[in-house]
């Protein structure tokens, strides 16, 4: 999910007429006015990126990743995330999570001692972890992040949605994954058998066909 803004310049004919003004004047706005026109002259607004739909089992922790861009070079000192909550079943918007050159999670309500932030502010990362989600969790959380002088941009939204089990679908990909792991190491353990026993063979037909020492005979001469 992708929220931008962009504000373009605009100077009004009407603004030109309104006064007398100088030639090097009129020129400077119609230039002004034609770089705007044709959109070489913007500011572009911060950039958000969330997941958008989000599903995590009850009990479990549960991570709303938020990222962004930003026009501006980014200054950890100056940046500003804002996460807030709106219930599911309907009420006022609380806020949640406020980071401003550390993290200051909510210190009572539903969400104390729930909220680690989990973000990396010069990786545009604003993201947050929710420790042991509920069914009262469920609702829509809201990311928004300033770093002046680049303030302006909507926001970024995540439907949370917590349920009593894992879907078919994740039970699937943690089935593979587990199996895919313990594929590979029982394969890792079979490359080492063989290759040790190739080793003791290798060894032992070395020891059958190296040539005896010839032995002379006292009474020869």
Same mark, same amino acid.
């Given at each position: 999910k992708v929220s931008s803004l962009v504000v373009l310049v605009f100077v009004s004919p009407a603004l030109l007429l309104s006064r007398p003004m100088s030639l090097q004047r009129f020129w400077f706005l119609a230039v002004l006015t034609g770089l705007a026109g044709s959109g070489v002259l913007?500011?572009? @607004? %911060?950039r958000i990126?969330?997941?958008?739909?989000?599903?995590?089992?009850? &009990?479990? *922790?549960?991570?709303?990743?938020?990222?962004?861009q930003s026009s501006a070079q980014i200054?950890?000192?100056?940046?500003?995330?804002?996460?807030?909550?709106?219930?599911?079943?309907?009420?006022?918007?609380?806020?949640?999570?406020?980071?401003?050159?550390?993290?200051?999670?909510?210190?009572? @309500? %539903?969400?104390?001692?729930?909220?680690?932030?989990?973000?990396?502010?010069? &990786?545009? *990362?604003a993201s947050i972890i929710i420790r042991?989600?509920?069914?009262?969790?469920?609702?829509?959380?809201?990311c928004q992040v300033k770093n002046p002088p680049d303030v302006h941009g909507p926001v970024g939204e995540i439907q949370l949605r917590v349920v009593l089990t894992a879907s078919f679908s994740d039970l699937l990909i943690l089935a593979v994954a587990i199996g895919s792991t313990i594929g590979c190491i029982v394969l890792l353990l079979v490359i080492t058998l063989c290759c040790r026993r190739c080793r003791k063979r290798q060894r032992l037909e070395g020891n059958e066909?190296?040539?005896?020492?010839?032995?002379?005979?006292?009474?020869a001469w």
């Open positions: 913007q500011v572009s @607004g %911060i990126y969330t997941s958008g739909n989000v599903e995590a089992v009850n &009990g479990t *922790d549960v991570r709303l990743k938020c990222t962004f200054n950890p000192s100056l940046v500003v995330v804002s996460w807030t909550f709106r219930p599911l079943a309907g009420g006022r918007e609380i806020s949640l999570f406020h980071y401003q050159q550390q993290p200051y999670p909510p210190l009572e @309500g %539903i969400f104390r001692k729930k909220i680690l932030w989990a973000g990396d502010l010069m &990786g545009g *990362d042991e989600v509920k069914f009262t969790y469920n609702g829509t959380y809201v066909e190296a040539p005896c020492k010839e032995r002379k005979d006292p009474t």
